[in-house]
């Protein structure tokens, strides 16, 4: 008797294998949780290679302040149901000096993101770290491994990526060395939906539309989610329906007009609409090729 | 945009807009095909991908927009789109207008999802392409029309075989600049015919396309009426998978983790590489060997609730639990208790060396295979395959995209399967211990050692018991010589001596033992070596039962008498090299070999066009121009007799 996988549960089980071997072959993983859709499928999948233990690691927040407020809502909802330990980092030093999106552009996602990241792995001495990546988002993503090795000051060398073949990881490295593990790497924006949809797991509710306060800038159609929006002379937020394709902080994340309340209605606005996903984050316009650029630097 | 294309995705998008729900159904049920496309530097595989997303509807309009806006910027074809900026990722790779790394790109069709590895053409990125084929179900071989099968092509092909992708399309691309020249096109494909038959390829599709211009991509095109096959999309749609040949092979799970909540629940966890399994079938843990029951195959529960399956196949990662506490741990392969796969320590495998540091024949590398890590080394090559020409060459290390064949051992016994019979037990990687790097690839053929699926057995007679009751001490009198030396003349008288004295013998003639136990070997250097090491073997086993045990082969090589020498107990091997020099013996010619040899008509004659080694310091050696056979006969029994 023989039964034909389909392509998400070969998806499946590709990825838990890929979290099972992390776990077996290196000292301290993390797992990056950003609260996104994507982090929602990786933590889901997690929690089914493990069972019935729970996730034997941590969840690490590199929190911005500036997260939507519905995300820190499901982020520790989250925690408690999975019964993992969540950390939660800030940068000292970003929150010394007031960093924010509003005041100091891309050096709001440097310090906030990329050096909390790095401090916080620092900190806790984590040597291997899974993240939500996948390689479909963009044209750089498309050509890392698997297991990304990063130096010990956490820069990525596209050129001498390890050869990974079949499903043989090779998870070894020299001391203050660490992995990126990307376990969806293979999936696609609408299998993370499919998933979402078939497991039904709770995400967001941003990612689904709903009349909420908005204002124009920059040619993003921004959430007003709380008083620390900076409102210009005369501006008043309209109420749209509206919903989010990808979460980050607020103030960076533009919103689409639409009546998609349900999964299945989300879906279906994504395969009829015609602009690629990362389009709403206004981190990838900056410069050409940014996100390799922010990679090498140390950006997951 | 071809009609037929914009036809499909029309029913798509209809589909989309009136019942997601139906078309969720459908996208949930579509297959899995992964594929590869290589070729040389140049030969227009990013444009053929960015082609295939293109046409398939993956490109969005702000993708679009940037595309069109780098294609006029950066871009190799004038004012018309650049297909492969859409997938040439990297800075660097834009600046030099090349693709150093392998890259996966997603696009579905109607019927099946994809996921396609872009792999490069050029030669130092070999290790890159073994990457993406690794887990492609087929290869798209790209040629360029104006310049026919190249070196890369041949090398490509080469890789994908050995990997094992058994389909493989030719796409011969750039039609449009050589006019469609049906000759020209056929040309090609005859000439890859050849090279591929060369190499075991018997079967692959051939079709003419452009990727730049479309032609064959999606429909047929109008340039190229007198081809008669189907075009890229629909042969990468329809070609039959064999995805279900796994699970007809026996049950196999190497274990990566040992899942222990509390005191009541014990699963060892993995990814399923062959068989299907179902609770009460019972198991065996190798290399223990230890059998139980399977109880319980646990996955966590689904939105239904439930979370124990009936039934598990390959490919499905599951945590499965036994009815009795047997020891298990992270690098056993718990297999189906009646066909268990293979234990052995020494093996041929066939290395693609992955690091600028070459082989160091010796050295200790890890080994990870599934979920076995131990250490391993690496003997010098029998050779490396020079991938134009496919010739063997000596080689005495493998350095950086060589490919060679090499015996390789294992610190411990470890599970293994031919990567032929099951890629996941098969396939192994090198690792360096100091720098950490993955500097091979290889793939196990079989063991070396009978080491296999074989434990010894305690026995209660042994071999001195054996050998008392024969009231003598076993012994091998192993001659050596060129054919025609009288070896097996002396060896005869020796028997006939020792049979007198009530000596309990055996001889085994080289002439006799081809007639049975080696007739299936030939008289190439490495058939030479295995017909030394059976008789070494089937020697060992008679001095185990207490015999005197005589040879007569040739046996030309040192090493391989040296090995049956380490086979026996010290004092037991005793060489007699019936020294008699090739003009005597050719002069002789009992069997009219060397006539034979000398007239061309016999290939690999020793003393003529095979070497022999002379023994440097052989127990007795018999200078057959001093004595005669029964004078040398009587000194060979007196030896032995000192020795008892």
């Known amino acids: 008797m023989s039964q034909t996988l389909t392509h998400l549960e070969r998806l499946e089980a590709e990825s838990i294998h890929i979290l099972r071997e992390v776990v077996s072959e290196t000292e301290r993983p993390v797992m990056l949780y950003s609260v996104g859709k994507d982090s929602a499928v990786m933590l889901h999948l997690a929690r089914k290679a493990f069972y019935p233990s729970p996730p034997p690691f941590p969840l690490l927040h590199v929190d911005t302040t500036w997260k939507f407020k519905a995300m820190y809502e499901l982020r520790d909802r989250m925690a408690r149901e999975s019964g993992m330990e969540l950390l939660v980092y800030h940068n000292p030093e970003a929150a010394a000096r007031g960093i924010n999106p509003f005041d100091h552009g891309s050096l709001h996602t440097d310090m906030w993101k990329t050096e909390g990241l790095k401090q916080a792995l620092d900190k806790y001495a984590f040597d291997a770290a899974f993240g939500g990546a996948r390689r479909d988002e963009e044209k750089s993503r498309a050509k890392e491994r698997i297991f990304s090795f990063r130096s010990v000051s956490h820069r990525w060398d596209p050129k001498h990526q390890r050869p990974e073949v079949w499903n043989i990881y090779n998870a070894r490295k020299a001391k203050g060395e660490s992995i990126r593990v990307f376990p969806i790497s293979n999936w696609t924006e609408l299998d993370i939906w499919q998933y979402i949809h078939l497991e039904n797991i709770p995400i967001v509710p941003l990612y689904f539309a709903a009349p909420r306060p908005t204002v124009w800038r920059n040619g993003l159609l921004l959430m007003v989610d709380d008083d620390r929006f900076p409102l210009r002379e005369g501006e008043v937020p309209e109420i749209k329906s509206i919903r989010f394709r990808t979460l980050g902080c607020y103030p960076l994340t533009g919103a689409v007009e639409s009546t998609a309340a349900t999964l299945p209605e989300v879906i279906q606005e994504m395969l009829l609409t015609t602009t690629s996903e990362r389009q709403g984050r206004a981190i990838d316009h900056d410069q050409a090729a940014s996100m390799e650029k922010k990679k090498q630097e140390g950006y997951f | 945009m071809s009609a037929t294309a914009s036809q499909n995705s029309y029913q798509a998008q209809e589909l989309i807009a009136k019942d997601i729900d139906a078309y969720l159904i459908q996208h949930q049920h579509k297959s899995l095909l992964r594929f590869i496309t290589c070729g040389s530097v140049d030969d227009g595989k990013s444009t053929l991908i960015g082609r295939l997303l293109y046409d398939s509807k993956m490109i969005f309009e702000d993708q679009l927009a940037t595309l069109e806006a780098d294609s006029k910027r950066l871009g190799t074809q004038g004012q018309e789109i650049d297909f492969a900026l859409l997938v040439d990722g990297l800075a660097a790779e834009r600046e030099q207008g090349i693709t150093i790394d392998v890259a996966y790109r997603f696009f579905s069709t109607d019927k099946r999802k994809f996921i396609v590895a872009d792999t490069p053409g050029h030669e130092q990125y070999t290790r890159n392409m073994v990457t993406g084929a690794s887990t492609a179900d087929l290869a798209v071989i790209l040629i360029d029309a104006r310049k026919g099968v190249l070196t890369q092509t041949r090398r490509h092909s080469y890789l994908v075989h050995l990997i094992g992708i058994r389909n493989i399309v030719l796409a011969v ?168 796969p293979q234990v052995a320590d020494q093996f041929e495998t066939t290395l693609v060396w992955m690091s600028d540091e070459a082989l160091l024949p010796g050295r200790a590398y890890w080994l990870k295979l599934a979920t076995q890590t131990l250490t391993a080394t690496v003997q010098h090559p029998k050779y490396q395959i020079n991938v134009n020409t496919m010739e063997h060459l000596a080689a005495k290390t493998l350095e950086l995209n060589a490919i060679g064949v090499a015996t390789l051992s294992t610190d411990r016994p470890i599970v293994f399967e031919a990567y032929v019979a099951n890629r996941q037990l098969g396939g192994f990687i090198l690792i360096d211990k100091i720098s950490n790097a993955t500097v091979a690839v290889g793939m196990l053929h079989f063991s070396l050692r009978r080491s296999q699926n074989v434990h010894w057995q305690a026995l209660d007679i042994s071999r001195e018991r054996h050998a008392k009751l024969k009231n003598q001490r076993p012994a091998v009198l192993w001659f050596t010589g060129l054919s025609g030396a009288g070896k097996s003349t002396i060896a005869n008288l020796v028997e006939k001596k020792l049979s007198r004295m009530n000596r309990h013998t055996f001889l085994l003639d080289g002439d006799n033992v081809r007639h049975g136990l080696n007739r299936d070997l030939g008289f190439t250097d490495a058939d030479r070596v295995e017909n030394i090491r059976r008789v070494g073997e089937v020697a060992k086993l008679m001095t185990d039962a207490g015999l005197i045990v005589i040879t007569a082969f040739i046996s030309p090589f040192r090493a391989e008498r040296q090995m049956v020498r380490e086979m026996m107990d010290h004092g037991e091997f005793i060489e007699i090299h019936i020294d008699t020099p090739l003009a005597d013996a050719e002069a002789r010619d009992v069997k009219g070999l060397y006539k034979k040899a000398r007239a061309g008509k016999l290939a690999n004659f020793t003393g003529i066009d095979s070497p022999y080694e002379a023994p440097l310091e052989p127990e007795i050696r018999v200078n057959t121009r001093e004595m005669t056979a029964d004078q040398a006969a009587q000194h060979i029994v007196d030896v032995l007799l000192l020795n008892e």
């Open chain 2, 173 to 340: 691309n750039k039609m449009d600049l050589i006019g469609y020249d049906e000759a020209k096109y056929d040309a090609i494909v005859a000439d890859y015919r050849g090279f591929a038959a060369s190499i075991g390829i018997t079967d692959f599709v051939a079709m003419p396309i452009s990727g730049f211009k479309g032609d064959n991509i999606t429909t047929r095109s109008a340039h190229t009426p007198w081809y008669t096959g189907v075009p890229l999309m629909e042969h990468l749609e329809t070609v039959v998978l064999d995805v279900t040949a796994d699970q007809a092979k026996p049950f196999r799970m190497p274990v990566q983790w040992v899942n222990r909540p509390n005191l009541d629940f014990r699963g060892f966890s993995g990814l399923i590489s062959s068989g299907t399994v179902r609770p009460g079938d019972a198991i065996r843990v190798l290399p223990s060997g230890k059998t139980s029951t399977v109880s319980r195959i646990v996955i966590a529960p689904g939105p239904s609730g439930r979370s124990d399956l009936d039934i598990a196949v390959a490919g499905q990662s599951v945590t499965i639990c036994f009815a009795d506490e047997i020891d298990c741990s992270r690098g056993d392969v718990i297999a189906s208790a009646g066909d268990p």
